[in-house]
Every structure is written in C-alpha cells, then in structure tokens.
C-alpha cells in the first residue's frame, strides 16, 4: 500500500491557536516524512520533515510528532498566525533504485487562520 | 539563485492534442522528477529522470513521456490529452541521493 491518508481536509483556527493535521500511512517502507506547504498559485515547500527513528521533531512553530507502531504522524502549528493560511500536504518516501526520492502524498489540508 | 523555474504557467488545449511542458532545475541539482496535482488533491508522482534517463515512473500511462537535457533540464510530454488531463504540473528538482525536492510552481493545463 502507497497510500498516505489526510485528515482534516479543511481547519480553521483563531489567530494564536494551535493547528493540528494528522497523516497515516500503511507501507512500513517509508523512511521519510516531510511536510509540505503551499500558496495559491504557487508551488509545494518543504516546511519540516523527520525520519522514524525520532519521536519528535520541532523547527520554531512547527513540530512533528511521530508514532512509528501506530503508523502516524501529526504536524502541530503552535501560534497560528494569517499568514500560515495555506495548503499543507504530508508526504511519505522509500529508498528506491532512483536518484531521488519519489515522494507518495496526502490529500491535504486548507488550514485558515482567523485574525 | 533561481530556483525551478516552468513554463508555459498556464495553458488550454483541446482533446486529442499534444502538450510540452518544460522545467529548468535549481542551480546544482541534477534530477527532476514531475508530478500532477488534480485541483483539490494532493501531487502525484509521474516519473523522475537523472542522467537523461528515466529511472522511476509512476502510475501513469504511455501517453506521458519525457526528456532530460545535458543541462539537466526537463519536459514532460502528454499525447492524446483527455479532460482528465486538465491539472497543476509541477517540476520539483534535486541533488543525487539528497532528501530534499524544490518545487516550481508549475504548469496548470486545462483540456477542454
């Protein structure tokens, strides 16, 4: 199984909140999991990503807190701010036989911070 | 330092025609992997190229085929196109074996 699943599909939160969007994923393969953010009109940005050996990975507002035996993983904007209003996608990949890594994406999430 | 860059940033085609897409990597990265994001829906993966070849491919038809330059440039080709085509395409860029992808901000094709 490929699939990364993405809940919720759309959160709004007030100004100083704190977001939460959850992904679970089947495939025990995947090694790697980042985060993505994304404006209208532009492309995917990697805002954080963390790898199965942590539990636990912070950069400013932005943790990801990883469940290896529940096959889950949650990223949590603490101080939501407007400007965090976007689309935020997690992603899982596998060491493969390319160059790269071929990243496998959940449906997203439109996160809407009230002022 | 420009990042990828794309273009054509928008276009419209009909059913039945052809498209190209192209895709100028991140200074110093050397492979470029193209994904489709149908509206509302997460990216997903149509195939990566590395030293002007294609190394892996998703679930996506033949109608799609692409190319890599000697200056690690890309295009994506679609045939054939169908409605179900119409979507954002996205460029993302890399260095070998590194974790990190850079995205452009892609090509949204509409088929009518």
């Known amino acids: ?115 | 330092d420009a990042g990828v860059t794309q273009s054509p940033t928008h276009l419209i085609k009909t059913r039945g025609q052809q498209v190209t897409l192209r895709c100028s990597p991140k200074s110093g990265h050397d492979t470029v992997s193209w994904y489709q994001q149908a509206l509302g829906q997460g990216p997903q993966f149509i195939f990566q190229y590395y030293e002007e070849e294609e190394r892996q491919r998703g679930n996506f038809p033949d109608r799609f085929s692409g190319h890599q330059f000697p200056n690690y440039s890309s295009e994506l080709n679609v045939n054939a196109l169908l409605l179900g085509d119409s979507a954002l395409y996205l460029c993302a860029s890399s260095m070998t074996g590194a974790n990190v992808l850079t995205f452009g901000a892609g090509s949204r094709l509409t088929v009518l």
Not at chain 1, 7 to 33: H, R
Not at chain 1, 36 to 42: D, N, R
């Open chain 1, 1 to 115: 199984q490929q699939q990364v699943k993405q809940s919720p599909q759309s959160l709004i939160v007030q100004k100083g909140g704190i977001s939460i969007i959850n992904c679970a994923y089947e495939n025990t393969a995947f090694d790697y999991f980042p985060w993505y953010q994304q404006f209208p009109g532009k492309g995917p940005a990697l805002l954080i990503a963390i790898r199965p050996d942590v539990s636990e990975k912070k950069e400013g507002r932005f943790t990801i807190s990883f469940n290896k035996s529940a096959k889950q993983f949650s990223l949590h904007i603490m101080d939501s701010q407007p400007g965090d209003s976007a689309t935020y996608f997690c992603a899982a990949s596998s060491l493969s036989s390319g160059s790269a890594r071929q990243l496998t994406f959940g449906s997203g999430t439109q996160l809407t911070v009230l002022p």
